[in-house]
């Protein structure tokens, strides 16, 4: 009997651009916002605190999130939770460009040992923009499970090269065109809608032109419960048989 993986390693390699495209952009929408993001801060009151929280939000929400959403794919399939984290990338991303036209409507809030916070309704809107990314941000995670699934013993490191490519040119070209894009009169609004295209482009590619590499959970499984059941009922039958004996 074959295994799943030697079933999936007989069937044509589906193409692998929609999963390196998913590895590039979650790369590049948690680096691009790096050079500006202090700068955004400042702009709505907030300090050294309150930017530091702010840039650990999404990948202590990723954190969180990343596993979930992995035993979800493993559930559900890769491309459905795929298109679930891309979407949620795509909502961060238009959290953020709202705060980003949002007055600054400042409120001090003075804490012992720590000084004085200021909060501001633009800064909620930003940590509830990078918490959404970041909370359905275990797309990266499970383009490498994608990878697994559709990778043969020749193709394997191959493929996972390629993914680390796609994975550093994210890291190099976020914080480039940060600065390229940032240094206009609109300031962060051109990163983050340049962000936000990538994602829904992003979204129409899963959607499009990726191919399902798992079925759902229950394809599999039933084979095996049926399995199981058999040995089990075949066990009692030859327990009933010896008692009689």
């Known amino acids: ?40 801060v400042m702009k ?3 300090n ?6 702010l840039a650990a939000t999404y990948p202590a929400f990723q954190l969180i999130g990343a596993p979930i959403l992995g035993k979800w794919s493993d559930i559900y399939g890769r491309k459905k939770i795929l298109l679930l984290s891309n979407v949620g990338t795509a909502v961060g991303w238009i ?38 990314d970041g909370i ?36 190099i070209l976020g914080p480039a065109l940060a600065g390229i ?10 990163p983050v809608l340049a962000a936000l295209i990538l994602s829904l482009v992003t979204i129409l590619v899963i959607a499009f032109l990726l191919r399902e590499s798992k079925p759902p959970s229950k394809e599999i499984l039933v084979p095996e419960e049926t399995t199981v059941r058999k040995v089990f009922s075949r066990n009692v039958e030859i327990a009933i048989r010896l008692k009689t004996l």
Request: no cysteine.
């Open 1 to 40: 009997m074959f295994s799943y993986t030697t079933m999936a390693s007989l069937v044509k390699q589906p193409s692998l651009f929609p999963l390196f495209l998913v590895n590039f952009v979650g790369t590049l929408g948690f680096s691009i916002v790096l050079p500006f993001l202090v700068f955004v």
């Open 44 to 46: 709505f009151g907030g």
């Open 48 to 53: 050294a605190i309150v930017y530091g929280l």
């Open 95 to 132: 959290l953020f460009l709202f705060a980003l036209f949002l007055p600054s409507e400042k409120s001090s809030i003075q804490i012992a040992f720590l000084g004085t916070f200021v909060i501001a309704v633009p800064l909620l809107i930003l940590f509830l923009a990078r918490a959404t």
């Open 136 to 171: 359905t941000g275990g797309n990266i995670s499970i383009a490498n499970a994608y990878l697994a699934d559709v990778s043969s013993d020749s193709t394997r490191s191959k493929n996972f090269g390629k993914m680390a490519i796609s994975s550093n040119l994210g890291s």
């Open 181 to 190: 894009l940032g240094g206009t009169i609109y300031g962060a609004i051109l």
